[in-house]
């Protein structure tokens, strides 16, 4: 009985956070479309495609895996 309870209750939770992860997501996802959008718009695309191949240079180059390796840690420390 109790436990019945408990995972009614676990699933609620699961849900209800799972979906505030969905809304911060889609609020992510849409200010990633509002910023993508304004910057072709004004700095226009050809510099956009520098910008972008110099951030896969950097991101190539040894001293970025450091950073990725600590994002990652810090992602999921949280």
Same mark, same amino acid.
């Given at each position: 009985m109790h436990s019945d309870i408990i995972q009614v209750a676990l699933g609620i939770v699961? *849900?209800? *956070?799972s979906l505030k992860l969905l809304k911060d997501f889609l609020k992510l996802a849409i200010s990633a479309i509002a910023? &993508?959008?304004i910057a072709v718009n004004f700095v226009g695309m050809d510099n956009i495609i520098n910008i972008v191949n110099k951030a896969i240079d950097w991101v190539?180059?040894?001293?970025?895996?450091? &950073?990725?390796?600590?994002i990652t840690m810090v992602m999921f420390k949280i």
């Open positions: 699961i *849900l209800v *956070l910023i &993508v959008y190539q180059s040894p001293s970025s895996t450091h &950073v990725a390796k600590a």
